[in-house]
């Protein structure tokens, strides 16, 4: 076992999905507020020790499946350069720690790390094998991510951030079991039973559904008198062109170059995405912060 095996295993990549904690600091317009910043900070590295401690978990669950797919298999549990007995007590290890930090930042926080530490227990050992509960337990983690970052500085949960999240996390979910689907083909359900419920047809009348509502949701967000007061701007909805090019960008990947399996891998090495998500971001601080 090498620290090259064990890194892999905790998949760093994956930690770009807890930049969501950042949402709260940013629409509450407190990025000059050294101490949220800092708060945020601690809570993101909590988060990326947590999630990976779920994926240690998820790859010794799921050891036997993923020595049948194609690109699991080469994963360091399923090809047998970690042990089963090592990566649970890493799992312990990543688990004590971070649930233990995340009290000692704040007791709210903590509560809502313990709720999506358990949400994810129950995903890798019954949820993720019942049909579209398995992809809304997705989603689920992200509006807790979301949550998080709000909790951990104190400020309010805004219902906008969480339905837009909840729609994009919904659609980034059905968007990978479509891609689970198409590589896998014929040996779909023996790497994931819970893929027997599914069809190309039905994702993609999932994707539609979700698609249209994340499009419609930020739009209403961004046009909300109640959000043009605290945010101090009527122009928020300048970004929605973005939202709009991120979502047809994502369809085109996931339809014509079969993408779509890790929305983090898309998200690293299409360039395209990568760069309509930092001009958003961007336009976002400008307007929220400077006009």
Same mark, same amino acid.
């Given at each position: 076992?090498?620290?090259?095996?064990?890194?892999?295993?905790?998949?760093?990549?994956?930690?770009?999905?807890?930049?969501?904690?950042?949402?709260?600091?940013?629409?509450?317009?407190?990025?000059?507020?050294?101490?949220?910043?800092?708060?945020?900070?601690?809570?993101?590295?909590?988060?990326?020790?947590?999630?990976?401690?779920?994926?240690?978990?998820?790859?010794?669950?799921?050891?036997?499946?993923?020595?049948?797919?194609?690109?699991?298999?080469?994963?360091?549990?399923?090809?047998?350069?970690?042990?089963?007995?090592?990566?649970?007590?890493?799992?312990?290890?990543?688990?004590?720690?971070?649930?233990?930090?995340?009290?000692?930042?704040?007791?709210?926080?903590?509560?809502?790390?313990?709720?999506?530490?358990?949400?994810?227990?129950?995903? $890798?050992?019954?949820?993720?094998?019942?049909?579209?509960?398995?992809? %809304?337990? &997705?989603?689920?983690? @992200? #509006? *807790?991510?979301? /949550?998080?970052?709000?909790?951990?500085?104190?400020?309010?949960?805004?219902?906008?951030?969480?339905?837009?999240?909840?729609?994009?996390?919904?659609?980034?979910?059905?968007?990978?079991?479509?891609?689970?689907?198409?590589?896998?083909?014929?040996?779909?359900?023996?790497?994931?039973?819970?893929?027997?419920?599914?069809?190309?047809?039905?994702?993609?009348?999932?994707?539609?559904?979700?698609?249209?509502?994340?499009?419609?949701?930020?739009?209403?967000?961004?046009? $909300?008198?109640?959000?043009?007061?605290?945010?101090?701007?009527?122009? %928020?909805? &300048?970004?929605?062109? @973005? #939202? *709009?090019?991120? /979502?047809?960008?994502?369809?085109?990947?996931?339809?014509?170059?079969?993408?779509?399996?890790?929305?983090?891998?898309?998200?690293?090495?299409?360039?395209?995405?990568?760069?309509?998500?930092?001009?958003?971001?961007?336009?976002?601080?400008?307007?929220?912060?400077?006009?």
């Amino acid at each position: 076992m090498s620290m090259r095996s064990i890194l892999i295993t905790l998949r760093p990549q994956q930690w770009v999905k807890n930049f969501v904690l950042f949402a709260g600091l940013i629409f509450s317009q407190n990025l000059s507020n050294s101490d949220m910043v800092l708060k945020t900070i601690i809570g993101f590295v909590l988060f990326c020790l947590l999630s990976s401690c779920v994926y240690v978990l998820n790859d010794v669950l799921d050891v036997e499946s993923d020595r049948k797919h194609p690109l699991k298999s080469n994963r360091p549990i399923a090809r047998g350069d970690i042990k089963i007995s090592t990566a649970i007590v890493l799992f312990i290890i990543l688990a004590i720690v971070s649930l233990g930090l995340s009290y000692w930042l704040s007791p709210s926080f903590a509560l809502i790390a313990l709720g999506y530490f358990v949400l994810n227990l129950l995903y $890798s050992l019954y949820l993720k094998q019942v049909v579209i509960i398995d992809v %809304m337990c &997705l989603a689920l983690g @992200f #509006v *807790l991510r979301a /949550v998080a970052g709000a909790v951990v500085i104190g400020v309010e949960i805004s219902a906008w951030l969480i339905v837009c999240t909840t729609l994009l996390a919904l659609f980034l979910g059905f968007g990978k079991r479509r891609h689970e689907l198409m590589l896998l083909e014929n040996q779909a359900t023996e790497h994931r039973k819970i893929l027997s419920e599914y069809s190309l047809y039905f994702l993609d009348q999932m994707i539609s559904v979700v698609t249209a509502s994340t499009v419609i949701a930020y739009a209403f967000y961004t046009l $909300s008198p109640e959000v043009e007061s605290k945010l101090g701007t009527t122009h %928020m909805d &300048l970004t929605i062109p @973005f #939202v *709009l090019y991120g /979502v047809f960008r994502y369809l085109y990947l996931i339809h014509r170059k079969e993408g779509g399996g890790s929305p983090t891998q898309m998200l690293l090495n299409d360039k395209p995405i990568l760069a309509n998500i930092i001009l958003w971001l961007i336009s976002v601080v400008l307007l929220v912060y400077v006009f």
